[in-house]
């Protein structure tokens, strides 16, 4: 993994680089004209947060039932991860969403459920941050109820009546908006698993540095 | 399991402090609201399901953390894991215990804001209870492993309501919703019995994954 | 270690410098007189905020959260290898 974050840092930096380009291209879409092209960074946004919350619900997982140190560290990358990222869903969604809807917000499925995720998984990290020892395991099964939200929040927009798009909208995309769209997503998710080890990577030292603390008291 | 409950039961009977004390709470929450969303010197009828829902969820709130607070001043908590019992056992106990308090508190709230807010609770009391049950079930059931798991935790008093409160937030939509069907002029029963079926749904998701995690996370 | 940060840091800062501003819409006229001139027509709100700088804010918004969230993950892992540092010499030197 070490030896590829090198080269695939570089493939990411170009793609995010060719990004713009390819969407400034893509066709305008007919009623919301240039605001729609926040789409093809939000709904990949949306994507990686997704990602991240399902990788911080298997660390924990694995982490309640294995002890394994390395879950753990997933699973705090993840929730960082899933916060961060949220943020920038929740922030480009209503700047779309303005000249779409004409309103900042709205409380319908998908934009409820996607907020009550990025919160418990603030509430993750709070309760890693504030809780005292122990906080790992307890932290760890928060996580398994915010990747729970997941697919509640996927599917809210088929099975309620939203003002969100419906996940209908990917597969049917215009082909001139297939080809940035996806490419968009690819970027995202490179970018996500990129940050998440190096997250990873910092989690490690501090453990190892939490070790090399008992180490010393011992002696 | 039921010994537990049954246990936990005694324990308060003789004192009766958190029931008494949740009552008054979630009384006084009552009127907090009510006098909030005043208009015309009455209250507005329209809050009633959000404010009797806001209710249950935050003297269940604080219920929660003085059951376990006395759960852990008395060490019973960790003479309990160290016994041979169950851990889903263990768990069920304490969620039941939790449930006849709350219920316990509903009896009396539920009124309470049917009186205040001239809101036609009983018209359809059988979706009403079944609302109120499910919706209870599914607050409890993660709050009891989330307070169990906060026993020993540093912040735990300012934990358990950041923790809960995102979790629990769909059950609540889903009962004020529900409620809130219930309660229109010309009460929408399909639509209340939709957002029973979500409730239970949420009740059995919650449930699972509290029962599937409550032994690793407590265990040392 | 900082090598692989550096790189992360340059690309998410170099996007943004390359990629060409969205197209402009042209400025609205300035008015013709000095006095105050109303609004001659109805406005909804939406007209308000015109389009290309709601984009601008958006992806704006992306390459800051994501630069400083790198940033923030390179700092705070400087200071943990300083920390690393300090401690292994002290047990290094501390063990008997």
Known sequence: MKKLFVPLSVVSAAMFLYAPFMILDAPYESTMGLVQKIFYFHASCGMAMFAAAFASGIGSAVFLFTRKPAADRLAVAGAELTSIIGLLVLVTGPLWARKAWGVWWQWDARLTSTLVMWMIFNAYLLLRRYGGPGSDRLAAAVALFGMANVPFVYWSVNVWRTLHPKTSVIPSLQPGMRGPFWFCVVAFLLLFALLLSLRMELEKRRQQLDELYLAAEGD | MFEITRKDLLVEARTREILYTTIFFAVSCVLVFAFGFVKEGRPVQDAAAGILWIAIAFSGTLALGRAFERERHGETLRALLMAPIDRPALYLGKLFGILILLAAVEVLVVPLVALMFQASLFSHAGLMVGLLAAGTVGFAAVGTLFAAMLVRARSRDVMLPVLLYPITVPVIIAGVRGTAALLAPDADLPMARAWLSMLVFFDVVFVTLALWTFEPVMTE | ?96
């Open chain 3, 1 to 96: 270690m900082t090598v692989r940060v550096l790189i992360l840091s340059l690309m998410l800062f170099a996007a943004p410098v390359s990629a060409q501003a969205p197209p402009q819409q042209p400025p609205p006229k300035p008015a013709a007189t000095d006095e105050f001139v109303p609004v001659d027509r109805p406005m909804s709100a939406q007209e308000t905020i015109p389009a290309p700088r709601l984009v601008a804010i958006a992806y704006g918004f992306i390459w800051v959260v994501l630069f400083g969230y790198v940033w923030s993950v390179r700092s705070r892992l400087a200071s943990v290898e300083r920390e690393l540092q300090t401690v292994s010499k002290r047990v290094g030197s501390g063990g008997r």
